[in-house]
T-cell receptor
Framework: GENVEQHPSTLSVQEGDSAVIKCTYSDSASNYFPWYKQELGKRPQLIIDIRSNVGEKKDQRIAVTLNKTAKHFSLHITETQPEDSAVYFCAARAGYGQNFVFGPGTRLSVLP | EAQVTQNPRYLITVTGKKLTVTCSQNMNHEYMSWYRQDPGLGLRQIYY???????DKGDVPEGYKVSRKEKRNFPLILESPSPNQTSLYFCASSGLAGGYTQYFGPGTRLTVL
């Protein structure tokens, strides 16, 4: 089955700097890769996603890149702000079903 | 308001006492899932459902049951809870109406003594 690894497990950046979180997946049939943000005590919320027929997607300060050959995808946050501090999860879904596999998460701290 | 609701939000129980966590969505979503979240392990899918009466195992289904008799509801059943099922549980739904984005419920924190 699918296995998703995520690095780093913790990341501290200065406000205004960029943050990059990387994930790798094992199942070449995976075709949908969402990223979720989870603030302390709250539910995960989708922040951006990418499908396997696209190499990059951007939404304001957030971008995701996908390298299907290497089976990895990355989240890029530019001009970080204190409110970006949270745990971020990547996930992969194989085929068109609903079997999602999540990475273990990255705790991002943006220091003022 | 479009939402996924779960009940109860907090539950403390004892080993072996059957319990049900309810999940309901009002977005007419076809797909629903249950996850458990444990520190350092991220979210792990327990079961998912593609539509009414269609369910399938996720990565950690042992010790859990689900049913999907109505489109809006997807209860999670622990017939004989054990301490290793102490966790934070999330229900999620997605469907054509929301572009297949997964919307998560508020979570249920379960403690099994």
């Amino acid at each position: 089955g699918e296995n998703v690894e995520q690095h780093p497990s913790t990341l501290s950046v200065q406000e205004g700097d960029s943050a990059v979180i990387k994930c790798t997946y094992s199942d070449s049939a995976s075709n949908y890769f969402p990223w979720y943000k989870q603030e302390l005590g709250k539910r995960p919320q989708l922040i951006i996603d990418i499908r396997s027929n696209v190499g990059e997607k951007k939404d304001q300060r957030i971008a995701v890149t996908l390298n299907k050959t290497a089976k990895h995808f990355s989240l890029h946050i530019t001009e970080t702000q204190p409110e970006d501090s949270a745990v971020y999860f990547c996930a992969a879904r194989a085929g068109y079903g609903q079997n999602f596999v999540f990475g273990p998460g990255t705790r991002l701290s943006v220091l003022p | 308001e479009a939402q996924v609701t779960q009940n109860p939000r907090y539950l403390i129980t004892v080993t072996g006492k059957k319990l049900t966590v309810t999940c309901s969505q009002n977005m007419n979503h076809e797909y629903m899932s249950w996850y458990r979240q444990d520190p350092g392990l991220g979210l792990r899918q327990i079961y998912y459902s593609m539509n009414v009466e269609v369910t399938d195992k996720g990565d950690v289904p042992e010790g859990y049951k689900v049913s999907r008799k109505e489109k809006r509801n997807f209860p999670l059943i622990l017939e004989s809870p054990s301490p290793n099922q102490t966790s934070l549980y999330f229900c999620a739904s997605s469907g054509l109406a929301g572009g297949y984005t997964q919307y998560f419920g508020p979570g249920t924190r379960l403690t099994v003594l």
